[in-house]
């Protein structure tokens, strides 16, 4: 069985990590990252999504945080701030500046990222074939008011997403998502043959406005997902009115949706319609937690089948029994 996934960090990885379980070894398993959460700081290129999926399946994540490497030391970070170079909002270990600095000396030698990323991820085996969304250079800014707003002297800005996220900690409303480069980018090899060729295609609870939404983004790829042969199969990344983690209700909101499993759904649309024509969405399910059971008449009112199961990832067999509904629910799906 050959199977997609669309994934951003924490959330994607460690579903990846039951996806692996579920199946077993030898998965055929493709992994479509998102690259818009990428950013250049002390002159190398930083790709935190990619690297949460590589140093996750490889065994070599930050299990308590979710991003970085464990076991990490902040010599460097130390001896930068100590120079007054920033920034300092911006945590970087040791372990993880030799990760961006082969990135980027393979870069600035030509290589593209998707190849810069399968020559990393021969060092970490991750056990799936990781792939950025583009090779082309996207960053999700976010337009929020300039603290001083209020008082006359200030306006909107669009900043970077990670300024957004670790500087600002999301608190300031979102008043935009803007992926800046991707009207202009290109899939990268592989990413619309993998979706072409797919058995299955999993959206998994991830952000579905700036890790998928950011990948959709991508000239291209929606095409390629909407119209895939596969079934297409999300879960939820909200539970009971709230993120499961993260900053998803900051800007759902900034993109006018409702922080509710039934509404990320339509926000994603069903790929047949309720009347059983032709829906322009991209879903053929959608899996919602065992509390949200009352959205799934809601949900499949839009034309999306629905199921309510346990999607709470509190330990690898918890999220591997996640996994294995979304396969049961693609089969389900594809038989009818």
């Given at each position: 069985m050959r199977i997609v996934v669309l994934a951003g960090g924490i959330g994607g990885a460690r579903f990846l990590r039951g996806l692996k379980q579920a199946v077993g070894p030898g998965a055929d398993i493709t992994v479509i990252g998102n690259t818009g959460d990428d950013i250049h700081l002390f002159g190398l290129k930083v790709c935190p999504d990619l690297d949460t999926v590589m140093y996750t399946l490889g065994g070599g994540i930050h299990e308590e945080q979710g991003w970085g490497r464990s076991e990490e030391t902040y010599a460097v970070k130390s001896e930068?701030?100590?120079?007054?170079v920033g920034p300092e909002w911006f945590g970087l270990g040791d372990k993880d500046f030799a990760t961006h600095i082969v990135r980027t000396q393979m870069l600035g030698a030509g290589y593209p990222l998707s190849a810069v990323t399968e020559a990393l991820c021969d060092r970490w085996q991750p056990g799936v074939r990781l792939i950025p969304m583009s090779d082309d250079r996207v960053e999700t800014h976010v337009l929020i008011e300039e603290p001083d707003a209020e008082a006359g002297q200030g306006g909107r800005k669009a900043v970077h997403f990670q300024e957004f996220w670790v500087k600002l900690h999301a608190s300031v409303p979102a008043l935009g998502i803007i992926p800046v480069g991707a009207e202009t980018a290109k899939p990268a090899p592989g990413v619309l043959e993998a979706l072409a060729q797919a058995d299955v295609i999993i959206l998994p609870p991830s952000n579905p406005v700036v890790s998928v939404g950011t990948i959709l983004a991508v000239p291209g790829i929606r095409a390629a997902v909407a119209g895939a042969s596969a079934p297409v199969v999300g879960l939820s990344p909200i539970i009971g009115g709230a993120p499961v983690r993260g900053m998803a209700d900051k800007v759902l909101a900034a993109v006018g949706v409702e922080t509710s499993a039934a509404a990320v759904a339509r926000h994603y649309g069903g790929r047949a319609a309720a009347d059983g024509g032709r829906g322009t969405g991209l879903l053929d399910g959608w899996l919602v937690d065992e509390s949200d059971a009352a959205a799934v008449?809601?949900?499949?009112?839009?034309?999306?089948?629905?199921?309510?199961?346990?999607?709470?990832?509190?330990?690898?067999?918890?999220t591997a029994a996640m996994a294995r509904a979304a396969l049961a629910l693609a089969e389900e799906v594809r038989r009818a």
């Open positions: 930068l701030k100590a120079y007054g008449a809601e949900v499949e009112a839009a034309g999306i089948p629905c199921r309510a199961v346990p999607l709470w990832m509190t330990d690898l067999d918890t």
